[in-house]
C-alpha cells in the first residue's frame, strides 16, 4: 500500500455550483452534512509506480470530504494531465457514480494495476475544480509523495 503524505496549504475552494446552475449534485440536497473541500495543494505532489515517476506537480488540488466533521477518505490529489505521463494509462471502461462528483471515468496503468486512476469528465457544477483532473489509488502504486521541494 502507497503511504500518502500530505501538506495543507492554501486557501480553500468552496464548492461552488456554476452560473447557469445546468448540472447540480443531487448528494447535497438529500445528505446536507456531508463536506466536500478542494484547495490548492500548494506543495509539489508526485506518483511513483515501479521505481518511474508516472506524475509530478506542483498544480495538485487537495481534496478532502468530511461527513459531521469525520474523515470519509484520506486526501486525495488530483493532477493536471499535462503533469502526468498520460502514454502509460490506458483507458477502460470502468465508471463509478458519486452523487457529490457525478460519473467517473478510469483509466488502467501499463503493465500495472486495472482502474488505478480514476477522473470526473462531467462533474457536477459543485465539483468543477476537478474536472479533468486525474487521481490515484495509493494501494494501486508505490508512493504519493506529497513535499515542498
Known amino acids: 500500500m502507497a503511504q500518502i503524505k500530505p501538506i495543507a496549504e492554501g486557501m480553500p ?6 452560473p447557469s446552475g ?14 466536500i473541500a478542494t484547495k490548492p495543494a500548494g ?17 495538485a488540488i487537495q481534496f478532502e470530504e468530511t461527513v459531521e ?3 470519509v477518505a484520506p486526501i ?16 477502460t471502461s470502468h465508471q463509478t457514480y458519486c452523487p457529490f462528483k457525478g460519473q467517473a471515468s478510469y483509466y488502467s496503468l501499463e503493465n500495472g494495476p486495472e482502474n488505478a486512476v480514476w477522473s470526473y469528465e462531467q462533474p457536477y457544477d459543485e465539483m468543477i475544480a476537478i474536472k ?3 487521481a ?3 494501494d494501486k502504486v508505490d508512493s504519493i509523495i506529497a513535499s515542498h521541494e
Open 22 to 35: 445546468s448540472n447540480p449534485a443531487p448528494g447535497y440536497a438529500k445528505y446536507p452534512d456531508h463536506r
Open 13 to 18: 475552494i468552496e464548492p461552488q455550483p456554476s
Open 132 to 134: 479533468d483532473l486525474l
Open 69 to 71: 466533521g469525520s474523515t
Open 43 to 59: 506543495v509539489r505532489v508526485r506518483v511513483l509506480f515501479k521505481g518511474e515517476v508516472i506524475a509530478d506537480t506542483r498544480n
Open 136 to 138: 490515484f489509488y495509493p
Open 76 to 91: 486525495v490529489y488530483y493532477f493536471p494531465r499535462k503533469d502526468v505521463k498520460m502514454e502509460r494509462l490506458a483507458r
